[in-house]
């Protein structure tokens, strides 16, 4: 684990990548020319893209989580959500952009996971930014190929006759898994719901966090 | 690369650099301005081939990829790129050093 004390934390208590500190690379070279330029053309200023890094920083699987509750909650939400994802989540004030959303739900008889075989494509505004394991060539290669091998590194272990569907995302499409309801969350307020329902549940390869054996 | 063999999922999550979250947000900000669009984006991806995959990181493939579009574009040139790209590694030679004073 990178959690062994050498390495200096950023402020998400994640450790920065190894090259933070390292001598300036062609790359990093070229980002900073870039900016630059678009800067002086007139296209962006400094205080929009330092904006831009804040709401990037800010965004979490916070709002995707509000979606997923309100679904459990209510079924017609649930009905809405899937036949049009993203007017469904305007109706929440969530606005996804651009791109079409598609709710896909677990069921007792279907898993569904989703990947970005190209690149990362994932729904950020409901999400936050992709982790890095979903944009890893692991990941990206052995979803479609062996999804159950994935889930069970995942820890999730499905059983037989559980049918798995993996959806790999698009330019123009975002796929947002709604996992089952753990049992024995019965009346319960949608905001206690939505503690329930994490990021990873909601690529496909977690379900719920069940209220009883994960102490929530 | 969907469909390859490959190892175990890596799980170690890191924060990300300064640097890469400014390439993220000067590919936002290029979409929004009507300069590039995600197919773009992901075209300049797939012709890269295979090997950038191996031999880039994420990010460096995204800011190679934004620079390809906004120069396709016509946003700068090669000649105004190739200038300033002298100018910020004179400046210093680390990321922090070599920003505009």
């Given amino acids: 684990m990178p959690h062994d004390g050498h390495d200096p ?17 062609y790359w990093q070279c070229m980002e900073i020319a870039i900016r630059e330029l678009l800067v002086e053309k007139g296209v962006t200023t400094d205080a929009a ?24 909650a209510d079924p017609d939400f649930h009905h809405r959500l899937r036949s049009d994802g993203s007017a469904a989540c305007r109706e929440l004030g969530i606005e996804v952009g651009p791109m079409k959303l598609i709710a896909v739900s677990n069921t007792p008889d279907l898993h569904n996971v989703v990947v970005c075989t190209l690149c990362s494509c994932y729904p950020r505004n409901l999400l936050g930014l992709p982790p890095d394991w979903y944009k890893s060539r692991e990941y990206r290669s052995r979803t479609v190929r062996e999804p159950r091998a994935v889930l069970r590194e995942f820890g999730t272990t499905l059983p037989e006759g559980v049918a798995v569907r993996v959806h790999d995302s698009t330019a123009d499409m ?43 | 690369m969907g469909g390859n063999a490959a190892e175990r999922v890596p799980r170690d999550d890191y924060d990300f650099a300064l640097w890469e979250k400014r390439v993220d947000a000067l590919v ?74």
Avoid at chain 1, 9 to 25: A, F, I, K, M, V
Avoid at chain 1, 49 to 72: H, K, L, N, S
Avoid at chain 1, 177 to 204: F, H, K, Q, S
């Fill in chain 1, 9 to 25: 934390l950023s402020p998400s208590g994640h450790p920065y990548r190894p090259d933070q500190d390292e001598p300036l690379t």
């Fill in chain 1, 49 to 72: 893209i330092r904006a831009q890094v804040q709401t990037m920083d800010d965004r979490g699987p916070a709002q995707g989580a509000r979606v997923v509750a309100r679904a459990w």
């Fill in chain 1, 174 to 216: 975002r796929y947002l898994v709604v996992p089952m309801r753990p049992d024995g969350t019965e009346g319960w307020t949608e905001g206690a719901l939505a503690a329930c329902v994490t990021r990873d549940a909601m690529i496909g390869v977690a379900q719920a966090a069940h209220p009883k054996s994960d102490g929530i």
């Fill in chain 2, 28 to 101: 936002m900000i290029a979409q929004a301005a009507g300069l590039m669009t995600v197919d773009g984006l992901r075209r300049v991806l797939e012709d890269m081939g295979e090997d950038a995959f191996e031999t880039m990181t994420y990010y460096e493939r995204w800011v190679a990829s934004l620079n390809q579009n906004l120069l396709e574009e016509g946003t700068y040139t090669v000649a105004e790129l190739g200038a300033r790209m002298r100018d910020v590694r004179a400046r210093g030679d680390t990321y922090g050093t070599a920003q505009r004073g």
